[in-house]
Every structure is written in structure tokens, then in C-alpha cells.
């Protein structure tokens, strides 16, 4: 997924639940992924914060040079007003992204807490998790191994995904 598509849906996210199914097993499945991702996304944004950063300064400089007078006494209004209006745009821009950071670090907070839950699982379920989603041996496969139908073993990836809601959910609401 493109940095900035995952910058896009960071917006506005409510993290108080582990999600769905689909969301965990992404995460578990994904980890390596989302790690690298996290790096490019901050790389990312610092990026845009340093040059904006750099444009603002530059327009201060620019804007202190247009607010004196010209040689005839009369201010040049126009031009230091467009400078400020930049500066203005520039400094608001820089304030979204640092909020952008805050988001990101509370997805980032919302992923590592999922990665604690499925690591606090009882070793059956972490291992049912851990051989069909990281490792992604097939359901059969896995099935076959431990001597298990394919509707324990989905039974199992469902009372796991469950445990990691219910105890994402109790760290989420101690850590209020």
C-alpha cells in the first residue's frame, strides 16, 4: 500500500478495539510490512515538516525585508501581505502534519498493542495464529500436524482472535 494512501486512512481512526477479524489477522500477518511502513510513513512526513519548515523561514526573512519602507517613505503593503498570508498557509500546514505524527504514533500504539495480545495468548492459540498467519502454513497442513479437524483449527483462530479483542480492550481501557 502507497505511504500516502495509508497516510489518508490514519485520519480520524478510533482505536479503543482490536477491530475485526480481518484487521488483526492483517496485522499479525503483515508485521514485517507494517514495521517498514511505519519507518517510510515518518520518513515521510518529517520530510514534508523540514521543508516547510524551510519555506517559512525563508518567507519570514523575505516577509522582515518587505515589511520596511522603499526609499519614497510608503510600505510595499501588497507583497508583504501576500508573505504573511504564505507564512500563515505554511505554519498551518506544518501544524496538520505534526498532527499527522499523532495519529500515526497512536495506529503505530494500536498495532504494537495487537502484536502484546497475540503474544499473551495461551501457546495453543499463539501457535494456531503464528503457524496460519505468519508462518502461512495451510489450514489442512496445519490441521493434519496437530491431529485437529479444519473446524477446530477454525475454531481455535476465532477463540484467539476473540481473546486478543477482549484483552486488547481491557489494556486499552487501563492504559485511559
Same mark, same amino acid.
Given at each position: 500500500?502507497?505511504?500516502?494512501?495509508?497516510?489518508?486512512?490514519?485520519?480520524?481512526?478510533?482505536?479503543? *478495539?482490536?477491530?475485526?477479524?480481518?484487521?488483526?489477522?492483517?496485522?499479525? #500477518?503483515?508485521?514485517?510490512?507494517?514495521? *517498514?511502513?511505519?519507518? *517510510? +510513513?515518518?520518513?515521510?512526513?518529517?520530510?514534508?515538516?523540514?521543508?516547510? !519548515?524551510?519555506? +517559512?523561514?525563508?518567507?519570514? &526573512?523575505?516577509?522582515?525585508?518587505?515589511? #520596511?519602507?522603499?526609499?519614497?517613505?510608503?510600505?510595499? !503593503?501588497?507583497?508583504?501581505?501576500?508573505?504573511?498570508?504564505?507564512?500563515?498557509?505554511?505554519?498551518?500546514?506544518?501544524?496538520?502534519?505534526?498532527?499527522?505524527?499523532?495519529?500515526?504514533?497512536?495506529?503505530?500504539? %494500536?498495532?504494537?498493542?495487537? /502484536?502484546?495480545?497475540?503474544?499473551?495468548?495461551?501457546?495453543?492459540?499463539?501457535?494456531?495464529?503464528?503457524?496460519? &498467519?505468519?508462518?502461512?502454513?495451510? /489450514?489442512?497442513?496445519?490441521?493434519?500436524?496437530?491431529?485437529?479437524?479444519? #473446524?477446530?483449527?477454525?475454531?481455535?483462530?476465532?477463540?484467539?482472535?476473540?481473546?486478543?479483542? *477482549? %484483552?486488547?480492550?481491557?489494556?486499552?481501557?487501563?492504559? &485511559?
Amino acid at each position: 500500500m502507497e505511504t500516502k494512501e495509508i497516510r489518508r486512512k490514519l485520519l480520524y481512526k478510533d482505536y479503543s *478495539s482490536a477491530g475485526d477479524d480481518e484487521h488483526i489477522q492483517y496485522v499479525i #500477518s503483515n508485521r514485517e510490512l507494517i514495521r *517498514s511502513q511505519f519507518l *517510510s +510513513l515518518y520518513d515521510d512526513i518529517y520530510a514534508d515538516i523540514e521543508t516547510n !519548515d524551510e519555506i +517559512l523561514q525563508r518567507l519570514a &526573512l523575505r516577509s522582515v525585508s518587505y515589511s #520596511s519602507v522603499n526609499s519614497q517613505g510608503v510600505q510595499i !503593503d501588497g507583497i508583504y501581505r501576500l508573505i504573511e498570508q504564505k507564512k500563515n498557509e505554511k505554519h498551518r500546514q506544518i501544524m496538520e502534519l505534526y498532527d499527522e505524527v499523532g495519529r500515526l504514533e497512536a495506529y503505530e500504539e %494500536h498495532v504494537n498493542l495487537i /502484536w502484546r495480545c497475540q503474544r499473551q495468548l495461551p501457546e495453543e492459540l499463539r501457535e494456531v495464529l503464528d503457524s496460519l &498467519l505468519i508462518k502461512k502454513v495451510s /489450514w489442512k497442513k496445519f490441521a493434519r500436524s496437530h491431529q485437529y479437524s479444519e #473446524s477446530t483449527v477454525s475454531r481455535l483462530r476465532k477463540k484467539a482472535f476473540s481473546q486478543i479483542r *477482549s %484483552h486488547y480492550e481491557e489494556l486499552y481501557q487501563r492504559a &485511559l
